[in-house]
């Protein structure tokens, strides 16, 4: 497994302003990701954050509203753009460490209220 | 594309009764992993099953693979008030490299 944080670890928000989230891991990871989880919902992958490369985008979510960095293999941010209060929602990072198997540890995630 | 359904949505048990959840697969999978997420916390990797009519078992858990590897079930027995949370099967997508939650299962204890 690996030890992952996450800051802020909540944040009340003004619409139309924005937001960085961090995620920290202790140790060299291949894949990090992003997730959002809406109240009582499941998981819903956001991006793949590549290291020294753009992010891969799911459908539905773009760069201009999420943008992501991974300058290495230890760290990434995301971004919620011009929030509105429909961005409402936990914002997850998770690692995995091994392509072949794909599990996958979170972070203690991110609770974001837009008002 | 690929979608992973949990039935039941919400389960409430009596302490000390069991509890299964069962997940379907749109796809065939390589694997099934399933996660628990406590209320207020975040998802955590429980167990992973691999080959076809795999069975593992964890303390009171009891993880199956269906012969498809298109199913999954997480039964608990004998339930603790620890055991609530909400749990989430899930499967990978191509590559392996990305993965696909199921809806989920709510399981609430009643002491």
């Known amino acids: 497994s690996a030890v992952i944080s996450q800051k802020p670890s909540r944040d009340i928000c003004q619409r139309g302003t924005s937001l960085t989230i961090q995620c920290q891991v202790d140790s060299q990871v291949t894949m990090m990701f992003w997730y959002r989880q809406q109240p009582g919902q499941s998981l819903t992958l956001i991006a793949t954050a590549n290291q020294g490369s753009e992010a891969t985008y799911e459908s539905g979510f773009v760069i201009d509203k999420f943008p992501i960095s991974r300058p290495n293999l230890t760290f990434s941010t995301l971004t919620v753009s011009n929030m509105s209060p429909e961005d409402s929602s936990i914002y997850l990072c998770?690692?995995?460490?091994?392509?072949?198997?794909?599990?996958?540890?979170f972070g203690p995630g991110t609770r974001l209220t837009v008002l | 594309g690929q979608q992973v359904m949990q039935i039941p949505q919400y389960q409430h048990v009596q302490e000390g009764e069991d509890f299964t959840t069962y997940c379907n697969s749109s796809?065939?999978?390589?694997?099934i992993q399933w996660y628990k997420q406590r209320p207020g916390g975040h998802p955590v990797f429980l167990i992973q099953l691999v080959k076809s009519g795999e069975v593992k078992k964890q303390k009171r858990l009891t993880f199956q693979f269906g012969e498809a590897k298109k199913n999954s079930s997480l039964h608990i027995t004998a339930t603790q008030t620890t055991d609530v949370g909400t749990y989430f099967c899930a499967g990978p997508n191509f590559g392996n490299e990305k993965l696909t939650f199921g809806t989920g299962t709510r399981l609430t204890i009643i002491p």
């Open positions: 796809t065939t999978l390589s694997n």
């Open positions: 998770s690692v995995g460490r091994d392509r072949a198997l794909g599990t996958q540890y």
